[in-house]
């Protein structure tokens, strides 16, 4: 007889295995004798047994969440469109997310394999070759790769060293991130950058030119006085105002509003402005002349949605008769020094540049020493309170006869300082031009005056 001693013992493998029992022995092998052995260590073994399995237990669970937050963060950097990658320690790449499809146009199998500077442009390949062997993490590297189809991609990389106990540089594992777009977008911001310098340095030339072409100081003599403002609701504005002497015994004044801000106006401005002064010499009346400037300014004027309203003034100093001609602006206030209430000064004749040959009426009068006359755009009667109200010409006639003592330039400063008050701003939603005249005391003939520059 064969006897068979059979101890036993806990089998740790998987979860099929077991501890083989007496009667599962004497099914398998019928013809042996079964003789049990005693073992004290039994139970320590299958308690041991238990620990293991435990153990594993415990393991699997870890093991498990780890691959389920591996596979969360991969899918997360999917959904984001990061590109995860590890290489080894040469650089050729171990294993990459399906992401690089997204960014390059190559699936992950046509990516393992290569060298990370094969996917680079030519100009990264050269200055980027060494961070496969520098050892050193690094972080927001900006690469410019070359998409699949050929165009370039930007992304910023950042990429980590692995090393052994022994520190042996084992492998790299990085993300990139598609950046392309937004370097797009900072370079376009640059690009607006540098216009608007590049237009606000215009603007400011434009400005200046601008400022110019106005009179740079008041005329003042013992027969009269003039002088002007203009407060432009940008930096460059399209009204307009100008004294100047025709001959020594006549003064011309104008006052012009181009319709609209900032260049197109301003070009405007500019070209009536030398239309008018091209023919200062010449012995035209106000009416002629907003005629001769009507039928020079119609072709351009035509051809845009721009018109011009202008009011001109002719004074003789010898008689102090004014002839006054309108082409649609705002009536000048007239305030006569034996009166306590404002006259407007008006006279038949449509905007400029409606059409060719327009007949505009002028009328005269005889000023008296010590008159006063306020010419302005409509700027500042159409200015505005925080209410809505207009300034409106009720509100100007009563600061310009409250400050009718005054000298022209001051009389000017008061007016503004009540529109700033009543407005409660100092800025203006359009150009704002006021201009004063004021007859002197002296009765006889003006003589050889001297011709201001302007």
């Avoid at 002088?227 to 004044?253: K, S, W």
Wanted: charged share 20%.
């Amino acid at each position: 007889m064969v006897i068979i001693e059979v101890s036993i013992r806990p089998f740790y493998q998987k979860a099929s295995k077991h501890i083989l029992s007496q009667k599962q022995f004497a099914r398998h092998a019928p013809s042996l004798q079964y003789k049990h052995i005693d073992n004290s260590n039994l139970y320590s073994q299958v308690q041991s047994g238990h620990k293991m399995d435990q153990t594993d237990s415990e393991c699997r669970k870890i093991e498990s969440a780890l691959a389920e937050s591996e596979e969360r963060f991969s899918q997360m950097a999917e959904m984001t469109g990061e590109w995860l990658w590890e290489q080894d320690n040469k650089g050729y790449y171990s294993y990459s997310s399906t992401a690089v499809n997204q960014i390059l146009g190559y699936r992950p199998d046509e990516v393992i394999g290569k060298h990370y500077t094969q996917f680079l442009t030519a100009q990264d390949q050269a200055s980027q070759q060494h961070y496969a062997n520098s050892r050193q993490p690094f972080y927001g590297l900006t690469n410019h790769y070359r998409h699949k189809d050929g165009h370039q991609v930007l992304t910023e990389s950042t990429g980590l060293p692995l090393f052994s106990a022994t520190g042996k540089l084992l492998k790299w594992r990085g993300v990139d991130r598609d950046i392309t777009a937004k370097k797009a977008a900072e370079q376009q911001i640059h690009n607006a950058q540098i216009a608007l310098a590049i237009t606000q340095s215009e603007i400011n030339i434009a400005q200046k030119i601008q400022i110019s072409l106005l009179p740079s100081a008041p005329i003042k003599n013992a027969h009269f006085e003039v002088t002007g403002v203009c407060l432009p609701a940008e930096q460059i504005g399209g009204d307009y105002f100008d004294y100047f002497f025709r001959d020594e015994n006549h003064l011309d004044m104008v006052i012009a509003d181009v319709s609209g801000h900032s260049i197109g106006p301003a070009l405007f401005m500019v070209e009536a402005r030398s239309a008018i002064r091209a023919q200062a010499h010449r012995p035209e009346t106000a009416s002629e002349t907003l005629n001769i400037l009507n039928n020079f300014l119609y072709e351009d004027l035509n051809k845009t949605d721009y018109f011009i309203t202008l009011f001109y003034l002719q004074y003789d100093i010898a008689t102090r008769q004014l002839s006054i001609a309108n082409a649609g602006h705002p009536p000048p206030l007239l305030l006569r020094s034996s009166q306590a209430r404002c006259q407007r000064l008006d006279a038949d004749g449509l905007i400029l540049g409606i059409r060719k040959n327009i007949k505009f009426e002028q009328k005269t009068l005889i000023l008296a020493a010590g008159d006063l006359l306020l010419i302005y755009t409509d700027g500042l009667i159409e200015a505005e309170n925080p209410e809505g109200e207009f300034f409106g010409v009720g509100r100007v006639s009563d600061a310009f006869i409250q400050n009718a003592r005054y000298a022209p330039q001051q009389i000017i400063m008061a007016i503004l300082d009540e529109l700033k008050q009543f407005c409660r701003k100092t800025a203006f939603n359009d150009d704002i031009t006021l201009m004063v005249f004021k007859t002197g005391r002296v009765d006889s003939p003006p003589g050889n005056l001297p011709h201001t520059a302007s």
